[in-house]
């Protein structure tokens, strides 16, 4: 059974720090992972989805990496602004195009001014 | 272009009742899912569909029925409710390769 781990669950940092959030997953047979940004009291919004033959996908201040070997992938986070505290959630799909998504439980971003 | 439309926002349900919950989306995705998300738990699928009449069963299935009639919609029913149903519920579409589009969510309190 896939499972999927973000540590820390909850992280502080002060505006303008560059920062790395991390989720791995324990089986490397995966379709694609998504990265999510859900504010309080909202659904989930798509930030960066990388494909099983992608090794990274970027967007604008974002860039999300991929490492199947691992079970890791990372999603860094350039200049955060007070804007960016939300909680982020990464998701893996296992094999197929319609299968279904496990996900993180998530890490609680505060960017302080 | 409203994406997934979940309806409604807030309900309250005493133990036994039964209710529906709406989902639609006008992006014809063929997947279409619902998940809940309860605080310590993360989110959990409940049931999905990959397309108009085809549906399965997701992680946490019991006490939920749900069918897919057309490509647009995917109501979500409860049979009866219980308080461990208490929760936010959200439903999502998405192509296949493609990013998942989520509606807003139904926050339900089952006294």
């Known amino acids: 059974k896939q499972e999927v781990t973000q540590i820390p669950a909850a992280l502080s940092v002060p505006e303008g720090e560059n920062l790395v959030l991390n989720c791995s997953f324990t089986?490397?047979?995966?379709?694609?992972l998504q990265w999510f940004r859900q504010d309080p009291g909202k659904g989930l919004t798509s930030l960066l989805l990388?494909?099983?033959?992608?090794r990274e996908q970027t967007s604008g201040r974002l860039n999300a990496s991929l490492d199947k070997s691992s079970g890791r992938s990372t999603l860094y986070i350039a200049a955060s602004q007070p804007g960016d505290s939300a909680t982020y959630l990464c998701?893996?799909?296992?094999?197929?195009?319609?299968?279904?998504?496990?996900f993180g439980k998530g890490i609680t971003l505060s960017v302080r001014p | 272009n409203a994406g997934v439309t979940q309806t409604p926002k807030f309900q309250v349900l005493k133990t036994g009742q039964s209710m529906t919950l709406q989902c639609a989306q006008d992006m014809n995705h063929e997947y279409m899912s619902w998940y809940r998300q309860d605080p310590g738990m993360g989110l959990r699928l409940i049931h999905y569909s990959v397309g108009a009449g085809i549906t399965d069963q997701g992680e946490v299935p019991n006490g939920y029925n749900v069918s897919r009639s057309t490509t647009e919609d995917f109501p979500l029913r409860l049979l009866s409710a219980a308080p461990s149903q208490t929760s936010v519920y959200f439903c999502a579409s998405s192509r296949p390769r493609a990013p998942l589009h989520f509606g807003n969510g139904t926050r339900l309190t089952v006294t």
């Open positions: 089986d490397s047979a995966i379709y694609n």
């Open positions: 990388i494909q099983s033959s992608q």
């Open positions: 998701a893996v799909k296992e094999s197929g195009a319609n299968s279904k998504l496990t």
